[in-house]
Structure formats: C-alpha cells, structure tokens
C-alpha cells in the first residue's frame, strides 16, 4: 500500500510538471512566435490605441442628453443609449452587455414569460432604434416583430457576439446612411466586405463582424465623431 | 432546416466515419506494444517517465491489482488538484485578470475537483472570473490528460479481458495510461491547439486587456492560455471550458470551422475505440456492430435537435418572431447561441457533446426548446454509450453487449456466449449493476434535490418557471452522474459576486451533492467494469457452432440498440416527463 501511494503521488507530479507546464508553455510559446496576432486576441487598433478584439462584441453606445443639454445621470452613471450611427450588435446576457471579462448565457427557458419579456423588450428596442425621430421607418420593409431578424431579438450565446446576421446588417444600413449622410449604397458595401463567409464555404452561418464594419464606417470620415 | 445545415451534418458524419477507423488502427497497435511511426520520438521519454514514476511496465497485473493502481493513482490526484485550486492566493499570474484572485471556498472547489478527476467537468466555476492562469494549466489542464487517460484504459482493460485466451491479467495501469498520453493524447492535442490558433483561438500569459471601444465605453477582455487547454479538453471528452461560456466564446471557438474541428475532437477517440475494439479482438464485424448501433442512435439524435431548434420556441412565437429561415437570417431559436454557429452547428455540437461525456457547450441547453433540450436529456439517458466519454463510452457499451448476448441467448434458449466466451451468473451480475448504478445515483440525487429546501435553493429565478425548474435540477444530477458536465446553466451552485472570488460563496448543498454524484457514478462502475474484465480474462473458449448467437449482424444491431432505449427509458420515462416533454409538447409559458 506504501508503495502503490509512493508510485501514485510520484506519478502525479511527474505529469504535473510535463503536462500542467510543459505542455501549455510550450503550445503558448510556439503560438507567440507562430501566430502572434491571433494567439493575442485579434486586437485591433485605432490610431495606436487598441480599441477592442475583432472576435469579441462590444457596445456602441452614446450618453443620453437630457432637455437642459446635460448628461442624464442615474445612480451615478451616465444612462446610454444605442449611437444610432453605429451598427449594434446582438443582445448580451452578460452584466453589463458585453462583458469580456465575465462571459455568461442569459439561460432564457423557452417557454418563460421571462424569455417573453426579454424578447418584446428587445424587439421594441430594434424598432425604436430603426424609426427616425420624424416617426418614418428607416427601412421601409420592417414594421413588426414578425421583420426582425431572430439574431436582433435573441441573446448571444457568449454575451460578446462579435456578429450580426447579413438581414440583421441589411436592416440597420438604412439607418446608418440616413444618420451619417451615406449612400446606401456605400453602407451596403461596406456591409458586404466586412461579411464572413462560412468557412470553405460550407461551415457554419455568415455573420457581419460589427467593430471591423463600425471601424471602415468612421474612416470614410462621414458622421465619426 | 436548410440544405447547408443538412450538408454540414453529413459532411462531418462522413469525415468521423473516415477517420475513426484509422485512429482506432494506430490505438490498437499502441496497446498490444507494436512499433508505430511515433515509437521512435516516444520510446525514450516513454522510459525515463517509467523511471521518474518509479513504475515498471512490465509487470502485469490482475483486475485487483489494476483497479487498485486507478483508485490510488485517482486519490493522489484528487489532493494535488484540491491543493492547487485552494492556493491561489499565492500563485504566480495571480493578478492577471486586474485583481488578485483569491481561491474559490472549499465546496466549489469539492465539486470543481471531484468532477475534473472524474472527468465530468462541471462548471459551477466561473472561468475567467474563478481562476488564475496557474489553476487552469498546473490544476486543470493536468487532470484533463488523466482523467481521460484513466477512462480510456478502463476500456482497454476490458478489451484485454474479453480477448484474453490465456492469462487473467488485463495488464499494467501506469504503462496503459502513459502510452495513452504520450502516444495518443499529447500528439493529436499539441497539433490541435496549432490548429486553432492559426484560427484565431487565443493562447498568451497577458493580462486581461483594458480598452476604451470606439465610442468610448470601457470593455476588459479577459486573455490566457486557451488553445492547449481546448485541445485537450474537447480531445479528452473534458469539457470544462477556460471561459465560462465554454465553447460559445469566440476566443475558444472563433468561427465555422474551429467548431467543426472541436466537434471532431470530441468524436474522435470514442468512435476510434470501437475500431481499436474490433482489432484487438480480432474481428471487424464485431466493431462495425457497435459502431452501427452508436451512429444510429446519434444520427437520430440529431435529426431530433435540429428540426426542434429550427422549428423555434414557444416564447418567441408568441412574442410575434418569424422563426422560419429567410434570406441571411438563420431563422429558428437563435436564444442563447451564436451568429457564426446557427442552427445546425449549434445543435450537432449539442449532441456531439451530449452522446459523449464531453460537456462542452458552443449555446445555452437551457435555451434549447423543450424538444430539443430532450435530446441531450435522451442521450444522458442511455448512460453515455453512444459513443461516449473516451473509453467509458466503450467499456459501458460492451457491458450493454452482454446484457443483449444474455436476453438474446434467453429468448433462442442457448447458454449465452460472446465472442466464444461464456456469460456466465457472475459476469452477468456484475454487468447488471455496472449499468444500473449511474442512472439510480442520477435519480437518488434528483429526487434528494427536488424534495429538500436546500436543493431547490439552487433553481434559477431568472426563467425557470414550471416544468424548467425541474428540468434544471435533473439535468443537473443526471449530468453529472453521467461525467457529462452540460447544464442548464441557471441552475446555481456558486455565487460570486465579483471577479477573483472575493465575497463569494457556494452553495454546499449543491456543490457537495454534485461532487459526490460525479466521483460515486465514475468509480463504481470503473469498477464492474474492471471485474467484469477479470471474470472474462482467461476463460475458454468454445468454438463456434450452428447453433451460437451471431454478435455481428442486424439482427443484433436492432438488439442492442432495443436494450439501449429499453433500459433508458424504463429507468427515466416518468422524470422526462415532468420536465422537458411537458414543454415540448404544450407550448405553454409558464411564469
């Protein structure tokens, strides 16, 4: 019995080291030379300032001004709003939306009001944000709930979904024109070039990755801040 | 549904059903000893690893002796990973996610440990938010190579028993188990975590990175080394996820293709060991048997998912969603999955990862539609045999083997035999229990959650009104009893206020319930298992005669997969009813 616990505490260690340090160092360091870039999170950069992961969703919002011009507060912070200029993406489950730093499902049921709740809220937001302030729909085609694409109105899996769906994108790009004096054209453009296609053509859902998309959009300098 | 789903589906079907056999090959020649292409990079290490450990190889040992070394060798590993997960407050990198990160109580860290050494995975942790990067890779990375090791030369063990002809011996724990790693798991891992990387999947020791987005709100993103760790875990059926949404995190799981890899890792060794089986029993049609019962039984499996997901949900119907797939959406019950996965990727991984006892998710079961949630439920049911956990998939489907060879033999009147080997009262036994006790620890613990205060504590108030709030807690037992890992996630068993573990408590209950479950439901029937392997090592063999029961044929497919849904759903038929087929079939919401 001695022996067999000596073996077996030896034998864990040996592996320890071997395969809680050896191996993740050194899949670590060969990524780092290999793969730099990518194995550092695909961090993008605006004007030598990292601002954000072309893999990880991130909110687009803008503080509400109230009617005496000032920033509205609520509990000491500032309360915000969707920037009707950028492109949004899905709804988060995280806390706050679009947490990177603490992933999380939403684990709506599917059959609870709650998940109800959630959905109506969401999709009176979508609406909302794609009516102009004169009360005319941006795009024409989206009325109701039954035009909204599922991915506006259902939460992300990871909280931080880098992508909106190509319909989702297609709605939205009639508000961004609008706002920022664009040509539908161009915004659809746009649109197209940030569009992942499925890998080797087959696999998975071609989705719009919405910081590069919202990046080329304040480059072609029309309405960024 | 679309095409494109459907093509994604068959086109991984076909490539699992390429790959499997040549993997299965090259195991069997690693565990009967002969040369492969790697002996000569491995052959070296391989030895001075004997010396370090203090092992010799070459002896061989009976089942006792075999299950002795587990147990043992499992009990050690148990302490250190407690120890490590417990210290790290003291540990290097400790104040990478931007504060310092003190250890998770000791209850999480029961359960946390208990289900990695036993393969299970469960995440009552928190990922990015519970542990250091010294935790994930010293802690955890380190049992996801043993404990799928261990599970893997149970089976091989059995393997042995069932093809002995000459001795009791089913060989040499510590050599089985380094051969595993070195040989099968440390090679396709290493060449996997490049693969992802290459896609995306992040591997660094930098700290979480702060960042102002464009229009100026601050985001953190949490880093660390990821792409070793997913390698391993979706190769070893692990699961545990480096983040805590698992593989639905784009820095675990960045695009199309990355999810169809991880879904192949999963596969691979369970599906390759029914090949391995087949090889070292010395027949193909034996293995092609089993295999044929496994994909018949996933491929309906999918099938189920998939229509459920693409159908939609009660909730979004009535909150006036069209769920039908239209030009560039993807339509269906998007809630709680991915753009880049959809539909289909979602619910195959769902499955892949529900047959085996992986535990990997890339979408929120809890999200999933009644139906679709009742197919994971399903999988769970059958104890883990279609395909299964690496090597628990194997060794628990061959003990349903023998159960068809013994119903088959009572109902043709013969003395029950397989491969030449007599069924005997005591291998029968034996087999009988080894397959009962995972589906009564899941109910037993169930129903101890259900009828206690203290268990229904953990329910999710968030969305799990009626039928969920069941759903969830068997869901929780049956997965963990299963060494599966997937939950329906609201169910609670932690509450951590802030990232690092300060102010946050678990909840005992739960954690304690769970963990015993995980370790009662692995090593019991390892075991039988085990037993069973000794009982059919060194036993004659008869030759075949006109009148012996044929083991590889159709007729004992339909046999097999009969018994397989039998016992399932005669141990679980009245628990899926109160939760998911309640849902599924009325549509109803419930607050």
Not at chain 2, 80 to 108: C, D, E, K, M
Not at chain 2, 503 to 517: E, K, N, P
Request: with cysteine; glycine share 12%; aromatic share 10%.
């Amino acid at each position: 019995m001695r022996r067999d616990l000596l073996i077996a505490f030896r034998s864990i260690v040996v592996i320890t080291i071997l395969f809680g340090l050896g191996y993740p160092l050194l899949v670590t360091g060969v990524g780092q030379v290999i793969f730099p870039g990518k194995a550092d999170g695909s961090l993008i950069k605006r004007d030598g300032k990292v601002v954000g992961s072309a893999l990880i969703g991130q909110q687009f919002y803008e503080n509400v001004i109230g009617k005496n011009g000032k920033v509205q507060m609520s509990k000491g912070e500032p309360v915000t709003q969707p920037d009707p200029r950028y492109f949004q993406t899905r709804p988060s489950g995280t806390v706050p939306a679009d947490n990177a730093a603490g992933s999380s499902f939403a684990n709506y049921g599917p059959n609870s009001t709650v998940t109800l709740a959630a959905l109506q809220s969401n999709i009176a937001g979508y609406l909302a944000l794609n009516t102009a302030p004169d009360k005319r729909l941006y795009d024409p085609h989206v009325t109701s709930a039954a035009g909204v694409p599922v991915d506006a109105a259902d939460t992300s899996a990871s909280g931080i979904d880098p992508d909106i769906s190509v319909a989702n994108a297609t709605i939205q790009a009639y508000r961004v024109a609008a706002v920022r004096h664009l040509s539908l054209v161009t915004v659809d453009r746009l649109v197209a070039q940030y569009t992942t296609a499925r890998s080797l053509g087959l696999l998975g859902e071609p989705g719009v990755d919405v910081l590069e998309l919202n990046l080329a959009l304040d480059r072609t300098g029309k309405g960024s801040h | 549904m679309t095409v494109n789903g459907w093509l994604q589906i068959l086109v991984f079907c076909a490539v699992l059903i390429a790959i499997a056999p040549l993997l299965g090959g090259y195991m069997a020649k690693v565990y009967t000893g002969r040369r492969v292409f790697l002996t000569r990079v491995v052959a070296l290490p391989e030895r001075l690893l004997y010396r370090a450990m203090g092992v010799d190889p070459k002896r061989e040992q009976d089942w006792k002796s075999y299950a002795k070394s587990l147990i043992i060798f499992s009990l050690a590993g148990w302490l250190i990973l407690y120890l490590v997960l417990r210290t790290q407050s003291i540990q290097p990198w400790n104040n990478y996610g931007g504060v310092a990160f003190h250890a998770a109580p000791w209850n999480v860290t029961f359960n946390t440990t208990s289900s990695f050494l036993t393969n299970t995975n469960w995440q009552y942790y928190g990922g990015e938010t519970t542990l250091t990067y010294f935790s994930q890779m010293v802690g955890l990375t380190v049992q996801n190579f043993a404990s799928a090791a261990v599970g893997i030369v149970v089976a091989i063990a059995l393997i042995r028993g069932i093809a002995n002809r000459t001795s009791s011996n089913i060989g040499n724990f510590y050599s089985d188990m380094v051969r595993t790693i070195l040989y099968v798991l440390l090679p396709l891992a290493f060449i996997s975590a490049l693969v992802l990387m290459s896609q995306g999947v992040i591997d660094n020791l930098s700290h979480y990175v702060s960042v102002h987005g464009i229009s100026g709100i601050a985001q953190t993103i949490a880093m660390g080394p990821v792409a070793g760790q997913e390698a391993i875990k979706e190769l070893g059926t692990n699961g545990g996820g480096f983040f805590n949404v698992n593989s639905a995190h784009p820095f675990e799981n960045p695009n199309g293709f990355t999810n169809f890899y991880e879904m192949l890792l999963v596969l691979a060794i369970p599906a390759g060991l029914v090949f391995t089986y087949g090889k070292m029993v010395g027949s193909r049609r034996q293995a092609l048997a089993v295999f044929a019962t496994m994909f018949v039984l996933f491929f309906a499996a999918v099938t189920v998912a998939y229509a459920a997901e693409a159908h939609g949900s009660p909730a979004q119907h009535a909150a006036g969603l069209h769920t039908q797939v239209v030009a560039d959406s993807t339509g269906g019950n998007l809630e709680g999955k991915e753009q880049r996965f959809g539909i289909a990727g979602s619910a195959l991984f769902d499955v892949v990862t529900t047959v085996t006892s992986c535990g990997a998710v890339n979408s929120s079961i809890e999200s999933f539609t009644g139906l679709g949630g009742a197919v994971p439920f399903a999988n769970l049911s059958a104890s883990e045999v279609i395909f299964g956990g690496v090597g628990t998939g194997l060794y628990s489907i061959l003990l349903y083997v023998l159960l068809a060879v013994f119903l088959g033999g009572l109902m043709v009147g013969r003395t029950p035999e397989y491969l030449g080997k007599k069924i005997e009262a005591r291998e029968i036994k034996l087999v009988a229990l080894g397959l009962l006790i995972t589906p009564l620890t899941a109910l037993f613990s169930t129903a101890l959650a259900t009828a206690s205060a203290a268990g229904r504590a953990s329910i999710s108030t968030v969305a799990a009104g009626g039928p969920q709030g069941f759903s969830e807690t068997f869901y929780a037992y049956l997965s963990q009893a299963n060494n599966n890992g997937s939950a329906f996630a609201g169910y609670t068993g932690f509450i951590q206020p802030a990232a690092g573990n300060a102010g946050s408590h678990g909840v005992t209950f739960a954690d304690l319930l769970g963990g015993f479950t995980a370790l009662f439901a692995r090593y019991a029937p390892i075991l039988f298992a085990l037993a069973v392997a000794g009982a059919l090592a060194g036993k004659r063999v008869s030759p075949v005669g006109l009148g012996t029961m044929r083991t590889d044929n159709a007729t004992f497919v339909v046999l097999l997969i009969g018994v397989i849904i039998l016992v399932g759903a005669l141990t679980f038929f009245p628990a899926l009813l109160l939760g998911p087929v309640v849902q599924a079939l009325t549509g109803h919401l419930y607050h």
